[in-house]
Each structure stands twice: as structure tokens, then as C-alpha cells.
């Protein structure tokens, strides 16, 4: 991995997306911006997905990450609501994609356990790694916030690309 590396970690979802950046130099992690991307229900399915997609370009833009990592989708039990994140999931590869940016995904398991060791960890464990890893002072507002935070450390941990 160079000796300077920034990821771009995000959490996908539809009414609620986490993302964060962080580089690292050597050992050392720095978090060059995080926050949550909301939509509506009142605003047009079209709209929120270009919502999604021109927050996350103008991201891309502001920071030029080395690399983007996404969290896979899991099961869930509503169906609407899963389609709604593949669909925004297919926004973000494109993004990738067209501005040629290597792109890793991650399950669930792999982050519990590239962040506490641990497949099963509750999202309470996940959330004191990463801010006893991060040296945060508080947790994130929103958990999709922490959320990507530790995707974006488990694409360091894991490098599974040439960076």
C-alpha cells in the first residue's frame, strides 16, 4: 500500500447513507470528512437516487480517494426496501467505475471482524473500535455514519488492492 493512502468507506442505503474518508500515512489514520447523505420519502424515487449519486460525486471530486469500499448487501426481510440500496449500490459502482477508481465490498461479517475481531459483534462493539481506533472523541450522530467508518478501515486492513 503507498505510503499515502485515502479511502472512500460508505455505507449504502436509500433514506440514509454513511460515508467517510480517511487517508493513512504509515500507521496512522486521519479522517478527512464523514457525514450522512438523507433523502425523503416525500421527494421523487428519481430524485433521491440523484440525490445519492451527486453527493457522492461531489465527494469523489473534493477528496480523489485512492480507492472506494462499499458494504454488500445483506438479507433483510423487506424486500422494497433491499432493492431501493441495490439500486443506490449500482449508482456507487458506476461512480467507481467512471472515474476509474478501484472499488472493494465488504459483508458484514468481514467488518466485524477486520474491526473487533469478531463476526458477531454488536453494532455497540463496532462503534468502541472505531472510536478507540480512530481516536474519536464521540461516536457518530448517526450509526450509517460509524458505519462507513468502519468499512473504510476495514478496506486498510484488508488491501485487496494494489494501493
Known amino acids: 500500500m503507498a505510503a499515502h493512502t485515502k479511502i472512500l468507506g460508505i455505507d449504502p442505503g ?3 447513507l454513511g460515508y467517510s474518508v480517511i487517508s493513512r500515512e504509515g500507521n496512522n489514520y486521519i479522517v478527512e470528512c464523514l457525514g450522512c447523505l438523507e433523502t425523503y420519502n416525500n421527494t421523487a424515487y428519481e ?15 473534493e477528496q480523489n480517494p485512492d480507492a472506494i469500499a462499499l458494504e454488500k448487501i445483506y438479507f433483510t426481510k423487506n424486500q422494497k426496501t433491499a432493492f431501493k440500496v441495490a ?14 477508481i478501484p472499488l472493494m465490498e465488504f459483508a458484514p461479517l468481514e467488518v466485524k471482524t477486520a474491526i473487533c475481531g469478531y463476526g458477531k459483534a454488536d453494532k455497540k462493539q463496532v462503534q468502541a473500535m472505531v472510536k478507540m ?9 448517526y450509526d450509517d455514519t460509524t458505519d ?16
Open 14 to 16: 436509500f433514506g440514509r
Open 148 to 163: 462507513a467508518l468502519a468499512i473504510t478501515l476495514t478496506a486498510f486492513a484488508y488491501h485487496k488492492i494494489g494501493l
Open 133 to 141: 481506533l480512530l481516536k474519536l472523541e464521540t461516536i457518530p450522530k
Open 87 to 100: 439500486e443506490a449500490r449500482g449508482i456507487l459502482i458506476y461512480l467507481a467505475a467512471q472515474n476509474k
Open 47 to 61: 430524485k433521491r437516487l440523484l440525490a445519492i449519486g451527486s453527493g457522492i460525486k461531489k465527494i469523489i471530486r
